[in-house]
């Protein structure tokens, strides 16, 4: 960013945060955004401190106690979550838009991940409307029974890659279960959630159920985590920061979900359907840049079809546009921060002098356009000890570390080498073969003959360091509750 158009987004009156229905834009600390496809300023934002921490969980207890939350009945709360999600559908424009220029994802993955917020939303309600309590066998003369209650006020922390998807699946879960809630978005992604907060109001959520504060994770995130009055944190980002947070919250007492980093195999068996398992397996690590938490970013390939297989994914890997985000036809957007870039260049030059032998990318793209943008081309390489650096650690870019494997023992020996076991992908006509080797796995999400299917429907979460807990699916609105059980003598 130049000095001109630095001073004049330093210029701009800050976006305001939300605190308790009120917009705050004198937060006494701000954040701006760069929009990574152009390197140009996006919008300065009002950031929390310490003490406006503390003013939005008070809000938010507040909120969680006062009537018009707690007593409402599961179809009248599921009935808000409904009239926001249709608040959502007619903005997904928009909103695909802020995320684009926060995180300079290809438009058409933002809109697709604003669309699925919306299908977020709508899961909730109906889950909120339709879960029901059970009753115990009884084993004497009372009858027993167990209700589900919220925590109270969650805070829920985000990252900045799918920013929109994240905080569709932390927030309308929690709210569903009768919490209020805390959003702490990424200090690089603030743009969406304050969205939300807005349509969240406008679709009559009362004031302090949801609020809304970008930040620092030094600043606003450690406050939020350290507050007494949290009563349960849900984070999803990088592994460094989930084990802070865990401790913190071990230390209070509160639980947590921890959706965090991996590593995870994409494994092509001899077998396989090739042409779709190489269409998959580079969507699997170049869309988004291979800024996905799933990303399959460990290729694991029998040696029987290895550098056959490597050479057709490197021609296809050649031929993936990078462009910028909203121009049609553009497959690859940038790198979200400059500074991630760098990073990623650093374990890339880590990597060749570890013998990496590259087959392709390893360098920004030539196209003049694409200069003042942070872009990053398509990576592939190969040769490398499964335990260097670039085999065991997340890039969270597109580079791709390709292995040749022998059997099925070698397979899963190799596979489960992380400290990582978010996901995994498997590649073959054998049916059984498929079954053994998904259970062998060390994963939380296996997928076969097929990658990033998701489902709001689906529980997803990692083993290892890749977290503790699991968002999605029915018994993604039980995390964000406590069980009460009630006893009645009936003598
Ligand atoms: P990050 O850990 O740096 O930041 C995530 C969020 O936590 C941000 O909002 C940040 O401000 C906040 N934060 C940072 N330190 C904190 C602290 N000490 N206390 C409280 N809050 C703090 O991660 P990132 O760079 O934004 O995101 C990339 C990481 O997220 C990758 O490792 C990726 O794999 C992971 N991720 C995981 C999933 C999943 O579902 N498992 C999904 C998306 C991203």
């Known amino acids: 960013m130049n000095q001109a158009t630095a001073q004049a987004a330093a210029n701009q009156a800050p976006a305001p945060l939300l605190i308790d229905g009120q917009w705050i834009a004198e937060s006494g600390a701000t954040l701006d955004t760069v929009n990574p496809a152009t390197g140009q300023p996006n919008r300065r934002i009002a950031a929390a401190t310490a003490a406006l921490v503390d003013q939005a ?94 925590y109270g006020v969650v805070a829920a922390i985000t990252p900045w890659n799918s920013p929109l998807t994240m905080e569709a699946q932390k927030v309308a879960p929690a709210l569903a279960a009768g919490n209020a809630v805390v959003l702490k978005p990424s200090e690089v992604t603030p743009s969406g959630a304050l969205a939300l907060g807005r349509m969240a109001l406008e679709a009559g959520l009362p004031p302090g159920v949801l609020n809304v504060l970008p930040g620092t994770g030094a600043q606003a995130g450690s406050a939020l ?14 592994t460094v920061s989930g084990r802070l947070i865990a401790q913190q919250a071990g230390s209070r007492l509160v639980p947590v979900i921890l959706e965090l980093g991996g590593k995870s195999p994409h494994i092509v068996f001899e077998d396989a359907d090739q042409d779709r398992a190489l269409k998959e397996v580079a969507g699997g690590i170049f869309e988004g840049s291979g800024q996905s938490c799933v990303a399959g970013s460990r290729l694991f390939v029998q040696r029987s079809i290895f550098d056959g297989f490597l050479r057709r994914l490197t021609e296809h890997a050649r031929t993936i546009k990078l462009g910028l985000p909203d121009v049609a036809g553009s497959q690859m957007g940038p790198i979200a921060t400059y500074g991630h870039r760098e990073k990623i260049e650093s374990m890339v030059a880590t990597a060749v002098k570890d013998g990496g032998q590259v087959h392709t990318g390893a360098r920004r793209p030539a196209d003049a356009a694409l200069q003042a943008g942070f872009y990053y081309e398509p990576t592939i390489i190969s040769g490398l000890d499964p335990n260097s650096s670039l085999a065991q650690q997340e890039v ?96």
């Open 225 to 238: 985590v350290a507050h007494p009055g949290v009563r349960m944190i849900s984070f999803t980002g990088g």
């Open 396 to 491: 969270f870019g597109p580079v791709l570390c390709a292995i040749p494997f022998d059997n099925e023992d070698d397979l899963i020996a190799q596979a489960n080498n992380s400290e990582f076991g978010l996901a995994a992908g498997i590649w073959t006509k054998d049916s059984t073969r498929a079954w053994r080797v998904a259970r062998a796995l060390e994963a939380g999400m296996v997928w076969i003959n097929t990658y990033k299917q998701l489902s709001i429907a689906t529980p997803f979460g990692g083993y290892k360091n890749s977290g503790i807990g699991r968002e999605k699916g029915l018994s993604g609105l039980r995390a964000y509750q406590q069980s009460k059980s009630m006893i009645w003598g009936l003598g």
């Open 57 to 150: 969980v008070k809000s938010a207890e507040a909120a969680a106690r006062r009537p018009n939350w707690r007593d409402l009945l599961p179809h009248e709360r599921a009935r808000l979550l409904a009239k926001l999600a249709d608040r959502m559908e007619a903005q997904v424009e928009d909103t695909a838009r802020l995320q684009m220029q926060d995180n300079g994802k290809v438009l058409s993955e933002c809109r697709a991940q604003a669309r699925g917020a919306v299908a977020t939303f709508r899961y909730y309600a109906a889950a909120c409307e339709t879960m029901e309590s059970a009753m115990s066998p009884s084993r004497g003369n009372y009858m027993a029974m167990t209700t589900h209650e919220p």
